[in-house]
């Protein structure tokens, strides 16, 4: 399994407009095969910058969904609103305590 987490740092007028576009399309993202897990997470101090955090059934299913065109539209409606580059990084679980 891995384990996807992006941090976006939004415009804070373009904020609204950032959880319409993810409201439109995170169920297909969820339905997309082989993803296993989609949160949808707020800095607690800083309300323009958002994470996703999503499970993926392996690195290939990951790879997949961003050469699709879901991703690809919705990516590129996303960054348009950016105040900042996204951080993104892919991990897998060692262990759980």
């Known amino acids: 399994m891995l384990i996807r987490i992006v941090r976006m740092t ?3 007028d373009k904020v609204e407009e950032f959880l319409e ?3 439109r399309s995170k169920h297909q993202i969820r339905a997309f095969e082989g993803c296993l ?3 949808f ?3 607690k101090n800083a309300p323009n910058i958002m ?8 690195e290939e299913h990951l790879n997949a969904y961003r050469d699709s065109e879901l991703f690809k539209t919705t ?3 996303t960054k348009a609103l950016f ?4 951080v993104a990084f892919s991990s ?4 759980v305590v």
């Open 51 to 58: 994470l996703t955090y999503s499970h993926w059934a392996s």
């Open 41 to 43: 997470l707020r800095d």
């Open 10 to 12: 939004f415009r804070e």
């Open 37 to 39: 897990h989609l949160e």
């Open 21 to 23: 576009i993810f409201n």
């Open 92 to 95: 897998e679980r060692v262990e």
């Open 75 to 77: 990516w590129a409606a």
């Open 83 to 86: 105040a900042d580059k996204p």
